[in-house]
């Protein structure tokens, strides 16, 4: 059965970069059937999209934060990572990691990691 | 960017009820990449409806998705004590981008 599972800081100073890895375990992280990504949800607020990444490294940004985030694949590892730079206190939030089903017939996130609150704060 | 208003935003019901929760597009969006997830206090979302009406594995019958081009319902035809929730629409396009609606709060009345 796959799992997804999140790690790094819970807490990050204001302008420095936030890195989370998400490990999958159970299964393959190369597949060219799937697309890992990264979801965040601030307190009390809705689910947004940050990024994505095959294991071939195609990407996908939201592009409103394009310009600070980073995210890579470590096949050897079964793990992808997420940095985003320059965070403020709006980057406060449960950081979640999912798989992404990509196929022509439909797409979604199918499988998610449990979450990691990260809070932006000196 | 596809923004899709999702309304209510808080439905207040009794188990038993049935429920219908809206989903709107601000663009016309592919059927096959609309989804519905739902999320539990404390709890990541979990995929229910994908393709806007085919179940998730393990999602009970009673949950069911329909719509096409910009509107969009879920459906819970007799609710549950366990369906007291949050509920997610997320669609993908080719731009491509992924995006959620706002949510639809679930509550017992």
């Known amino acids: 059965q796959l799992q997804l599972q999140e790690s790094g800081p819970g807490l990050v100073k204001p302008s420095e970069t936030l890195s989370l890895t998400c490990t999958v375990s159970?299964?393959?992280?190369?597949?060219?059937?799937?697309?890992w990504g990264w979801i965040r949800q601030p307190p009390g607020k809705g689910l947004e999209c940050i990024a994505s990444i095959d294991y071939s490294g195609s990407t996908y940004y939201k592009p409103s934060l394009k310009s600070r985030v980073t995210i890579s694949v470590d096949t050897s590892k079964n793990q992808f990572s997420l940095n985003l730079s320059s965070v403020t206190a709006a980057d406060t939030a449960v950081y979640y990691c999912a798989r992404w089903v990509s196929r022509s017939s439909w797409k979604a996130f199918d499988i998610w990691g449990q979450g990691t609150m990260v809070t932006v704060s000196s | 960017e596809i923004v899709l208003t999702q309304s209510p935003g808080t439905l207040s019901l009794s188990p038993g009820e049935r429920v219908t929760l809206s989903c709107r597009a601000s663009q016309s969006v592919s059927s096959s990449y609309l989804a519905w997830y739902q999320q539990k206090p404390g709890q990541a979302p979990r995929l229910l409806i994908y393709d806007a009406s085919s179940r998730a594995t393990g999602i009970p019958d009673r949950f069911s998705g329909s719509g096409s081009g910009t509107d969009f319902t879920l459906t819970i035809s007799r609710l549950e004590p366990e369906d007291f929730a949050v509920y997610y629409c997320q669609q993908y396009d080719s731009s491509p981008a992924v995006t959620f609606g706002g949510g639809t709060k679930v509550e017992i009345k």
């Open positions: 159970g299964g393959s992280i190369s597949s060219s059937t799937y697309y």
